[in-house]
């Protein structure tokens, strides 16, 4: 292929990349500037559905979100190309002195090229508390809709990194594709699956036990 016919992906790559870093450090300016000035967002939400149509409605909404003065770290997942769109994603975690922490996920779906973001389909899990770290060796992780598609392998990975060897990590999930997926993946890394439990609200209950590696 010719080189230039590169460049609008690697292109969008780049824009991509700029538009998750920009959220992670919550810089709204350099969220305006990689944004086209009609690009349009669809993101769902906790509550249901959100459209919005204009890089400034955008920029607003994240940071209506984000801008609250706390104290934040951020997980940014790393940009990955389906098709002619890029996956991106990210977990920040939130702090204030006196309140419990708060972390929220989100991914989405990039439209991007020439150095701008014109569209983007977002999920979020919306914020939850962060769980008290566990003294009884059972940790709880409440993954939301969040699915190995789009962050969740990821995460998984990361919380067992941090366990101790012999220690179980309870994962709830409403992705109905994760109860097929998780499970093997655990398994790839030397873990011990130890259930997988269908729960009332339709959500699904995944256990696993720490390995030894």
Known sequence: MPKGRLWPLVSGK????VFRDAVCARDFAALDG?????????A??????????????????????????????ADAFPVETVGTR?????????????CPARVVVQTAVV??????????????????????????????????QLGCADGLAGEFRRRMSALPSGD?????TRDPAAKEDLPPLARLLGHRVL???????????????????
């Open 168 to 172: 179980v990590l309870r994962v709830g």
């Open 111 to 144: 439209d991007a090229e020439a150095g701008r973001v014109y569209g983007l389909d977002l999920l979020c899990t919306g914020f939850a508390e962060e769980s008290p770290a566990s003294t009884s060796g059972i940790h709880e992780f409440d993954a939301g």
């Open 195 to 213: 259930g997988v439990e269908a729960r009332p609200d339709g959500s699904t209950l995944i256990t696993v036990e720490r390995g030894n590696e």
């Open 14 to 17: 780049r824009s991509a990349e």
């Open 86 to 98: 890029y996956r991106v994603g990210w977990r920040l975690r939130f702090e204030e002195d006196g």
């Open 34 to 42: 990689v944004l086209a000035r009609d690009a349009d967002m669809r």
């Open 44 to 73: 769902l939400l906790p509550g249901g559905l959100r459209e919005y149509q204009s890089a400034a409605e955008v920029v607003a909404v994240f940071r209506s979100w984000f801008d609250d003065g706390s104290r934040i770290s």
